[in-house]
Each structure stands twice: as C-alpha cells, then as structure tokens.
C-alpha cells in the first residue's frame, strides 16, 4: 500500500528557533499534499495545500512567513516553522495525494511532535 | 461551505457489544465521505468511504457505514468491538470538484471497557 513518512516523529526545541519537517511519500509521486495541524483532544485543521513546484496555498489565518512550505519534488514537501514559540506546540500531520489515481485519496503520514519550550 | 458535525466526543461501550459512532455532514454540493482512525501518537488510516453506488459501506476491522442523503448522515458502526478499536474516530468530507480540500469533525473518542 501507499506509504508517507514524516521526519523527525518528534522534535523538541527551544523558543525561537526553527524546525523544518519532512513529508515524504514513499512509493508514490505526490503532485498534492497537505499539512494539517492538530491540537490535543481536537480535530485536524489543514493549513495549506502545497503543489510540486509552485507556491502553498494557505488557509485563512495560517501566518505563510512563519509556516514555510516548500514542495521541491513529486515525493517530498517540507514545512518550516520559523521562530518557533510555546504556541506552536502541536501534531502536525502532512498527506500526500497521489499524481495518478483516483482524486479523492490522500494518505497520510505518521505525524511529527513539536514542542517548544 | 462545508462542515462536519460528530455529536459525540466519547463513546464508552463494554468489548462485544455493538456501537454506532454518529457523523452528519452539511455542505451544498455533492460530496465524498470518509471515516478515519488515529491510534494515540499516530497519524490517521482510512477505514472506509462512500463515493457513489451502494449506500452501506463496509471497511477495515470489521467497521461498515451508511450513507443517508436525506437525513446528510455517515454513521458507523461495528456489531461486535474489541479491547484493540479503542481509539480517536474521525468523520471527514470532500466536496466533489474543487481542490479536494478535507474537512474532519471533531472526533469522537471510542473508549473499549474490557
């Protein structure tokens, strides 16, 4: 089946400081992917939809200079969270839709931890 | 506009009994539905969708769903749970068309009593 990592599963940092998460699907090429975020107890929120080789889209009210995306290949998109603070402390999941394929499938990834001390 | 609307946050059931984990849905076009399971400290696996055709979906583990146009209901349900189902439930849509962006509910926590 299709497969998506994401790298680190779990990161800690200190306020401040920047941390780059990798999304990669495995054994598929991926012209789509998401990256949501989800809040303890809460349900996922998606903050941008990234296409290989063009710019994110983001949703309202996803600050775009602090969550960097970019989708440099049809199998990896990173996000960056530039200067991170204690607020951003969240499971941030991305998916990847596969390029061939029936539009309506997104698999998703096992997750990454931040927290921000 | 769409939204998703998962009514209750925590179904506690004893192991071998049935349970029906309620999800309604409003948007004003056509859309796809989905259950997912996230296990703690996971990302989410797909149990089951509704597309098109038969409204009574069967998926992984035993799960199936039934697709109410008229009442704009997916619930699932399982006749028979086990110690292993205890997990975080969400209901999710797609609407057909657009850029496929997926809206979840809020998730409903299925809490298994041995």
């Known amino acids: 089946g299709a497969v998506v990592s994401q790298h680190p599963s779990r990161v800690i940092c200190k306020s401040g400081t920047s941390v780059k998460i990798e999304c990669r699907s495995l054994d598929f090429q991926a012209t789509t992917m998401f990256w949501y975020r989800q809040f303890p107890k809460q349900s996922l929120m998606l903050m941008a939809t990234?296409?290989?080789?063009?710019?994110?889209?983001?949703e309202q009210g996803v600050e775009k200079d602090k969550f960097l995306i970019n989708h440099a290949s049809l199998t990896l998109s990173t996000l960056t969270v530039t200067s991170a603070h204690p607020e951003d402390s969240s499971f941030y999941i991305c998916?990847?839709?596969?390029?061939?394929?029936?539009?309506?499938?997104?698999?998703f990834g096992p997750g990454t931890r931040l927290l921000v001390l | 506009a769409q939204s998703v609307t998962q009514l209750d946050s925590q179904v506690p059931v004893f192991e071998e009994a049935p349970v029906e984990l309620r999800c309604n849905y409003s948007s004003s076009v056509s859309v796809y539905l989905f259950w997912y399971v996230q296990y703690p400290n996971q990302g989410l696996q797909l149990l089951l969708k509704y597309l098109s055709g038969s409204t009574l979906v069967k998926g992984i583990n035993g799960f199936e769903a039934e697709f109410n146009k008229s009442q704009t209901s997916f619930h699932l349900r399982k006749p028979s749970v086990h110690i292993s189902d205890t997990a975080e439930y969400f209901c999710a849509v797609i609407q057909l068309g657009g850029y496929q962006k997926v809206t979840f509910g809020t998730g409903t926590k299925l809490q298994v009593i041995p």
């Open positions: 998916s990847a839709r596969p390029s061939s394929g029936a539009q309506e499938t997104q698999y």
């Open positions: 990234s296409n290989e080789g063009s710019k994110a889209t983001y």
